[in-house]
């Protein structure tokens, strides 16, 4: 596992602040959204799993009961394993420990299309009148701010499929996206594996190949594999389809000879490459964000952050995900009129960084732009926020006229509470991200990967565990 975790991904923190782990966030993204069409038609979340993860994520909904999710609202579909191959002559991998057991592997995320379609999932869904079919990836904390946007471009370009897609530097390990003409005229919009877009381009229409463009970056934005699907058409397609996408074979050499597998590999298929399915009139469509507000995976140990970091690459690493979600929130909270200090330069885990003030907020506070602004409804600069503070708002019913914050501050409001926050000011010792060995053993795994313990000095707390409306106002 390259993130250097031994649990499941989706139970790992998006960021120690709340300490609200990826699952949690993303089922609270989902009822907030729920919440904002009206909350009369449940929105169902499907999780593909595998024999590695299936019995781990069972019990992690279980024991938070689904963390707000209703019965039934949450559906696991598991992936079985395909044979490995050995060789260049497809020759099956025995198991290393038993040569009466052959080596296996998943079949690749491609398998959540024929798993939606078999399990009778989509028709349900369908059945129940919901419009769009969202995926996802299992550590992107930023998705949902993105995925709202691209639902808009979908509905009003009446796409079938829309992808998500981030600038791109030319040649970054990203997969891009690209519209192909075969000779016959025919054209198709779908990603290209970055190892193939470069020779393509070259034997094609470029000959120096996958460059930046007078933007900086490449014409060709980086997919970050959250697709938007029109669901009645992806529906009546897996009817005739099954879900069944291209496969291909990615072998990892020895050497150059290309004769030897450094270790066996698989038949394996990927869910964007749905688009080969369709038909050549079907309306396929991407949205590019900009990367802060979209794409921030938590997908590397912190070794292989560093090299990825030489080699000119972000880290995607934990503690990288941790700054970004507070650059995010901070950058959200500027647009919305509020100030608040410029970041740090900081190093974690040997990776350098910038840290803004911790803000985080429950997804049921805001999802949207417009959401979070109707939250700050006093006049520019009235909420100012210091770099070294933490900021925690968790409640969805919760508004700040006026805040003058320079250390810790966290908001608790339970379902129905009402909270203003008229007029206040915070000054404490507040929260310290204190340096780790991230090699040491006696510390949590959580930490480790990060580079830092959040040591909690001093913290303001203001919580209303019962309904009604509240005014805070400290003159």
């Known amino acids: 596992e390259r993130l250097g975790y031994s649990g499941i991904k989706v139970a790992l923190p ?18 907030a959204l729920q919440a904002a069409a009206g909350g009369s038609t449940p929105l169902p979340l499907a999780i593909m799993t595998s024999d590695d993860t299936h019995a781990r994520t069972e019990e992690l909904l279980r024991a938070h009961s ?50 939606l379609h078999s399990s009778g999932l989509l028709a349900n869904w369908k059945a129940a009148g919901l419009k769009w079919v969202c995926f996802f990836q299992d550590t992107n904390a930023l998705v949902f701010r993105a995925l709202t946007a691209a639902l808009g471009v979908s509905a009003r370009n009446g796409f079938v499929m829309n992808s998500l897609a981030v600038p791109r530097k030319a040649k970054e ?5 690209a519209r192909l003409e075969n000779a016959a005229g025919e054209v198709m919009t779908l ?33 970050i594999n959250q697709l938007v699907l029109d669901l009645e058409h992806y529906e009546a397609q897996l009817r005739v389809t099954g879900g069944a996408i291209a496969e291909f074979v990615n072998p990892k050499y020895r050497d150059a000879s ?25 309306t396929i469509g991407f949205t590019t964000l900009d990367v802060w507000a979209a794409y921030t995976p938590v997908k590397n140990s912190p070794e292989e952050g560093r090299a ?9 690493t934990a503690s990288s995900g941790e700054m970004d979600m507070y650059a995010a929130n901070c950058k959200l909270l500027q647009m919305a009129g509020a100030k608040v200090d410029p970041p740090k330069q900081v190093e974690y885990n040997g990776i350098g960084l910038l840290q803004s003030a911790s803000v985080v ?34 409640g969805a ?78 003159e």
């Open 14 to 31: 998006t960021e120690m602040a709340s300490g609200r782990c990826f699952l949690e966030h993303y089922i609270q993204s989902i009822l």
């Open 258 to 282: 290309r004769t030897s597998f450094k270790a066996p590999t698989r038949l394996e298929c990927m869910m964007q490459d749905y688009p080969k399915s369709l038909p050549k009139d079907a």
């Open 397 to 474: 019913d919760i508004s700040i006229v006026g805040l003058q914050l320079d250390g810790a501050l966290v908001v608790k409001a339970v379902p129905g509470a009402v909270v203003t926050i008229e007029k206040l000011a915070v000054k404490n010792a507040g929260w310290r991200w204190e340096l780790i060995d991230e090699k040491d053993p006696a510390i949590p795994e959580v930490d480790r990967i990060r580079g830092f313990q959040v040591v909690r000095d001093e913290t303001r707390e203001l919580v209303f565990d019962q309904p009604g409306e509240y005014v805070v106002n400290e």
């Open 173 to 177: 390990a990203i997969g891009a996206i």
């Open 66 to 115: 689904n963390f707000g999710m209703t019965a039934g609202q949450v559906s696991l579909i598991k992936q079985e394993k395909v044979p490995c191959l050995a060789d260049n002559n497809a020759t099956l991998a025995l198991d290393t420990k038993d040569p009466f057991t052959l080596q296996t592997k998943p079949h690749g995320h491609g398998d959540v299309h024929s798993l």
């Open 191 to 223: 990603n290209v594996e970055y190892n193939q877009l470069d020779p393509l381009l070259r034997d094609t229409i470029n000959k120096d190949g996958d460059v930046n463009d007078a933007s900086g970056y490449s014409p060709f934005p980086g997919n």
């Open 361 to 394: 907020w429950s997804p049921l506070f805001a999802v949207t732009l417009a959401q979070l602004r109707a939250r700050l409804p006093g006049p520019a600069g009235a909420v100012h926020i210091t770099q070294r503070s933490s900021l925690v708002l968790d």
């Open 308 to 316: 990825k970091v030489k080699g000119g690459s972000p880290s995607h």
